[in-house]
């Protein structure tokens, strides 16, 4: 709905309070800010927010100052350690989708005087929130119209009454502040008002591609609506060659020249948006599967490059023609996203693409654990043959919340091997890299893999700052009844809006749980 209202407005930036209440205090990781925040980018956010981090004074003690309902970005806290490479890839995509427009097709009626007629329980006041979905969007018609539109590939913006008023017509195409649309689908609705189907009328005469589910049977309210009604029925009698509903939707559609996006079979989610005569799509692979294919995309342009935010990688990419659209190879794991663009790249390497061998090999032995940082002290150093949560090394270890190194050396299982996959399996909850005191990079999000290159001929060395969240450290604190919710007018609760109490919680589990693997690419 606000991408939708920013669009069709010619507003440039959508703008989102994002990650309010993902978990409860103290307990979201940032792997799982990724998808919520995905999710906010395929919908047309492109100007993300941080709800929230709070202004603490240095005099304040370790947790320090906390809002009531947020996930709290205070570097302070454990999420700190890591938490500047979520802002990276929040930065490199919206550096995509805040340039050019939105390039949508299709225009969807939202028919609110059919939402206001249900009457919503007799309510003499009612909020359109999120809480209530099922008393005014899931029940509508509009909604089965919108997912059924979405998971066949369209791309679409929602449209008001008010903004049908000040649309127009060239060269068949609606015209909106925003920008131009190839087709207005009107679902199957009951109300609508005289002048809206008035303009709706003139704007298909004018040539515009108008798409009724159904022709609606009243206006709304009770003002003059019988002669309201009456007036209705002469228009659609006067109109009847040109207004009259649709049999099926889709095929209407493709005679309006508008073609869905058919790369969404493979499982992808997508977004896309124009920036002057070039396309830029925003990938996302929210499926359980590792996608390696030839994706289509309803470009001509064989020259495509991919970009990923992630790693702030670019490359030529695989193309091949295929009628009116070109097929671009990808691979993009679950939990991954990619960008595709037609700007010209012809300085770009090609893109690196990966066979992933069906051997691998487990990095079993010592794994030598020391605790860096963190509170509420530094528990001793340990060993682990059997990854497990460091929570059970000690009583201190399951108190501690902050960064623990965990270090291995091993030997090349495979000397021919040039190129290697590190797979760490469960991580808790974000982690660095770095071989034979090479840094190598950071994985805070799945999946928790990285590709580390060459191993040297012999033994290597293999470390791995871990950090897990604040959560045990809170815990801790409560069970030894230590005040610490210390700030005016806090209101403190946990998501479910209730007290606040962390000595219910059990100690969350910490460090790296694997199994850990070596996998050779090729």
Not at 210 to 219: A, K, M, Q, T
Not at 385 to 408: C, H, N, P, R, V
Not at 432 to 440: C, E, G, R, S
Not at 499 to 515: R, V
Request: aromatic share 12%.
């Amino acid at each position: 709905f606000s991408s939708s209202a920013a669009h069709i407005a010619g507003k440039p930036l959508t703008s989102s309070e994002t990650f309010t209440w993902l978990r409860d205090h103290f307990k979201t990781a940032l792997s799982q800010t990724k998808p919520e925040l995905e999710d906010l980018f395929l919908n047309g956010v492109n100007h993300i927010f941080l709800h929230g981090t709070t202004y603490s004074p240095k005099r304040a003690a370790w947790p320090g100052w906390k809002f009531y309902a947020s996930v709290n970005f205070n570097p302070n806290l454990a999420i700190g350690e890591d938490e500047n490479e979520l802002f990276s890839y929040i930065k490199n995509c919206q550096k995509f989708l805040q340039s050019g427009q939105p390039d949508n097709d299709v225009l969807l009626y939202w028919p609110i005087y059919d939402v206001w007629n249900s009457h919503l329980d007799a309510s003499l006041f009612f909020q359109f929130k999120i809480h209530s979905l099922d008393e005014w969007l899931h029940n509508q018609p509009f909604y089965e119209t919108t997912k059924g539109l979405l998971s066949k590939g369209y791309s679409l913006d929602f449209i008001s009454d008010n903004f049908i008023e000040k649309a127009s017509v060239k060269n068949g195409e609606i015209v909106l502040p925003g920008g131009n649309y190839k087709s207005l689908v009107i679902p199957s609705i009951t109300h609508m008002p005289l002048e809206t189907l008035k303009k709706l009328i003139a704007l298909k005469a004018e040539g515009a591609n108008i798409i009724f589910e159904n022709l609606p049977s009243s206006v709304p309210g009770f003002n003059n609506y019988k002669e309201q009604n009456a007036e209705m029925k002469r228009l659609f009698d006067a109109n009847k060659s040109e207004i009259k509903a649709s049999t099926n939707l889709y095929e209407d559609l493709s005679l309006a020249n508008v073609a869905p996006e058919k790369l969404v079979a493979s499982g992808l989610k997508y977004i896309k948006r124009a920036k002057g005569d070039d396309t830029i799509y925003y990938l996302v692979n929210h499926t359980a599967n590792y996608i390696d294919q030839y994706i289509p995309v309803n470009v001509l342009q064989q020259d495509i490059t991919i970009y990923n935010p992630d790693t702030d990688t670019y490359g030529n990419a695989e193309t091949k023609k295929e009628g009116d659209t070109t097929l671009v190879r990808v691979q993009i794991k679950s939990g991954e996203s990619l960008f595709l663009t037609t700007e010209n790249q012809t300085s770009n390497k090609n893109w690196q693409y990966y066979q992933i061998s069906d051997t691998n090999y487990a990095l079993d032995g010592a794994w030598d654990i020391q605790f860096l940082r963190g509170g509420p002290s530094l528990p001793e150093a340990g060993a682990m043959t059997d990854l497990k949560s460091w929570t059970e090394l000690s009583e201190a270890a399951a108190q501690f919340s902050g960064t623990t190194k965990y270090e291995i050396r091993f030997n090349n299982p495979d000397a021919n091997v040039k190129t290697w996959l590190l797979q760490l399996g469960d991580v808790r909850e974000s982690a660095k890299v770095w071989l034979n005191d090479n840094y190598i990079g950071a994985l805070w999000s799945n999946p928790f893999e990285l590709n580390i290159g060459a191993l040297k001929a012999g033994d290597n060395t293999l470390t791995i700052e871990v950090t897990n969240l604040s959560a045990n450290r809170i815990r801790a604190k409560e069970m030894r009844g230590e005040e610490w919710k210390n700030f005016y007018e806090i209101n403190m609760v946990n998501k479910d809006y209730e007290k606040f109490d962390a000595t219910k919680w059990n100690p969350m589990p910490s460090g790296i749980l694997g199994p850990v693997k070596l996998t050779p690419l090729q």
